[in-house]
């Protein structure tokens, strides 16, 4: 079965990244103690070790001074999910709103060392407050939307989640030009998605379903399937589709690594092939991804970097170059 799609999305999404560049203003801020600073950073780079070793893997690629904010970026994006799927609190929305405000700060307190080094970051590299803002209303739109009706729906959210996060990585690392942005919206769908297809079980257990509904619909499928772990027939081909469509995301999105700094491409490289390696990993499980979650082991992470590096040194010699 193939299932028409619409590419209206990616037009959708491109207005949206728009409005970080058009929305570019870096106030002054407050001069911080290197010693807090130092602190902040650390924290950070704890906070990234503890949750995700594939991230903390890839943005060792970097050079110190971007590896630091890259990490920053990281504890940003995870204290601010981290509010609306672990905190235990009566009312999320309220922590949200808190911690919108001091995270956005210029000027944010001493002892919120993640919101220092981030508010630091941004100042640094003139990452757009805009992309940050689309985040955060990504990540609140989890505490009512549990459903997306098509893909479209789907892609904007992964937009907010998560290729909000490659365009402020884009303004660490650096990039050509606004040529880029295309290709980093692209890879935070495909990011997203992958992670979506690999937590459908959990997601199930929070009351959330990140699939579209319409294709479920044409492939048979429904919440019954999902409730009881089904991995039938039509899941696999359900399944099959939404697999392929993503790998066709990534490889569309893999030239614009040839539009980053030289520095930086192969960090990104390295979290586009370890993260991609996760559908191979849903495929080896015959698409149950209901009673165990896919994942590449630390070796097999390890093993896939020579040939990922190797397809960059090929990337390198078609597509465009950029140094600073």
């Known amino acids: 079965m193939t299932i028409q799609t619409s590419l209206s999305w990616e037009t959708h999404l491109l207005s949206l990244a728009r409005e970080g ?23 950070c780079e704890e906070m990234t070790r503890e949750n995700s070793r594939t991230f903390m893997l ?15 970026l990281y504890a940003f994006c995870r204290m601010s999910d981290d509010i609306v799927d672990r905190a235990i609190t009566p009312n999320r929305e309220s922590a949200l709103a808190a911690w919108r405000f001091h995270s956005l700060s210029q000027h944010p307190s ?19 407050v805009r992309y940050a803002e689309q985040l955060l209303e990504g990540v609140a739109s989890d505490l009512v939307n549990r459903r997306f009706k098509t893909f479209d729906e789907l892609a904007a959210y992964a937009y907010r989640v998560a290729s909000t996060v490659g365009l402020m990585s884009m303004h660490i690392i650096g990039y050509s030009g606004q040529e880029a942005v295309p290709y980093a919206v692209k890879l935070g769908v495909a990011l997203q998605v992958t992670n979506i297809l690999r937590d459908v079980g959990e997601d199930w257990q929070k009351g959330r379903i990140y699939l579209p509904l319409d294709e479920m619909v044409e492939f048979g499928i429904n919440e019954n399937d999902i409730a009881g772990s089904k991995v039938t027939s039509r899941w696999r081909k359900f399944m099959r589709f939404q697999v392929e469509r993503v790998r066709r995301l990534y490889e569309e999105a893999w ?3 040839a539009m980053l700094d030289r520095r930086g491409r192969f960090a990104i490289a390295a979290a586009a092939g370890l993260y991609e390696a996760i559908l191979t990993d849903i495929e080896h ?14 070796l097999g992470k390890l093993s896939r970097l020579p040939g990922i590096w190797l397809r960059l040194q090929t990337l390198d010699d078609v597509n465009l170059w950029f140094d600073n």
Request: hydrophobic share 40%; net charge positive; glycine share 4%.
């Open 21 to 43: 560049f058009d929305n570019l203003h870096l106030p002054s801020i407050a001069t911080l103690d290197g010693t807090l600073l130092t602190r902040a950073y650390q924290a």
């Open 58 to 72: 890839a943005s060792g690629l970097l050079p110190y001074e971007k590896r630091k904010s890259i990490r920053a």
């Open 110 to 128: 001493d002892d919120n060392l993640v919101a220092l080094a981030w508010a630091d970051t941004r100042h640094k590299f003139a990452v757009p």
């Open 255 to 257: 030239p614009g690594i």
């Open 285 to 298: 499980r015959d698409y149950n991804v209901f009673t165990s979650r896919a994942s590449v082991s630390s």
